[in-house]
């Protein structure tokens, strides 16, 4: 596509909504609800939002400009301004970790979001009762397979519609029926009798569980995964933005939202859970509390649980559609720029590639658990340290570049932060997770 004729989104509410679309998926619900109760309830939380406050609002407000600031996606966005600034050409590698970053993540998110297009269906004929047997017989294999093609198919059909008549029209719809959803699903669960537990559980700081190097690391890792950050998913979005977006106010708007459908989601997750009882069921494990724990609790309330679950397990699957929109967005943009491929065949190409790829994550979940693993702490965390070093040392002038829609924010302490905060937090937290994400790369090959 030639330069002037980049595709642009039709208002700010559409950007906004789109990024927010982004940010908020799985992770607000299915990430925040499990590390919330292995990480001390309200002791992670405060630790989440402090790793948001410190690294993940600079991170985003660095992807922002960048890609508005370049207008073009990740890799030739990078080399862009690296040089403008004279400054390596290598730099454009950092863009590639990005792409690799979204061929990864969608792979297996996919799987997980094919689970839960399963689950809104289920949800309405009434789950079987044995919540924990059945999870294992449809969580690997053909099954689920079958489920994230058919979750791939609606992505790639949303992202061939283009930025604005797909993405965005999408996102326009589905944001405010998600915020819904999870409010009245909230209120529902307040007046259950015993949700009370509930919320002792998640608003309780227990602090021996929180204080560890892992839950610090998990807190991290989170920050970064639920705000979209360290692979170019909010970057690729701003590069279809015009000129006159206040890129600080925006990055404040839609880290708000993000961490308001999280907390929305313990709201909702942890009473339905403890009104009936269930809170061994959330066990140690990642999936226990939405894909066991949950439906049980909706058996146990018959008539009532069929409709709250299909409307929970819908919001959860409308998350995901927005966030794979954007994690595909990433590897056809750059396919478009880099190759100059037709948006078409970059969606049919990419969304493919991803689809098998997801095979992987849908033969074990011991797979899908290492993908994971190495997606958020080694791709995204990497991917913020770079990009975190690349604005506030390398590139000519960022506070310019984000100021440019006349925002008067504090931009110094932006700086500040990308130079020397947020460098140090990343560099200790890559450097306390290598070590078990190997070991759990390790283990997984001598398993099979
Ligand atoms: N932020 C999304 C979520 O919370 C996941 C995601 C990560 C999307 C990285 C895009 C890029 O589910």
Known sequence: MAAGSREQWNSKAGFILAAVGSAVGLGNMWRFSYLTAEGGGAAFV????AFTLVVGLPVLLAELTIGRGSGKS???ALAHFAHAAGGSPAWKLLGVVFVSAGFLILAYYGVIAGWTLRYAGEALMGFAPDTAGHFGEIAAGAPAFGFHVVFMAVTIGIVLGGVSSGIERVSMLAMPALFALVIGIAVYAATLDGSGAGYTYYLNARLENALSIPIFVDAAGQAFFSLSLGMGAMLTYASYLGRDNDLPVESAIIATADFG?????GLMVFPLIFAFGLQSDVGGSTV??????LPKAFVSMGAAGRIVGFLFFVALLVGALTSAISLLEVVVSA???????PRARAAMVAGSLITLLGAGAAWSTDVL??????????FLVGGGLGLSIFVGWVMDDP???ARAGGSQGALRLWIGLLRYAVPAVLVFVLWNSIPSTWKSIMALFAAS
């Open 46 to 49: 405060v630790l989440y939002i």
């Open 74 to 76: 990740p890799i030739q």
């Open 261 to 265: 459908v999280a907390f929305l989601a």
């Open 288 to 293: 226990g509390a939405l894909f066991v724990a």
């Open 335 to 341: 396919a478009m720029d880099g190759l100059g491929w």
């Open 369 to 378: 658990g290492v993908m994971d693993a190495v997606a958020n702490n080694l």
């Open 399 to 401: 506070v310019g570049e």
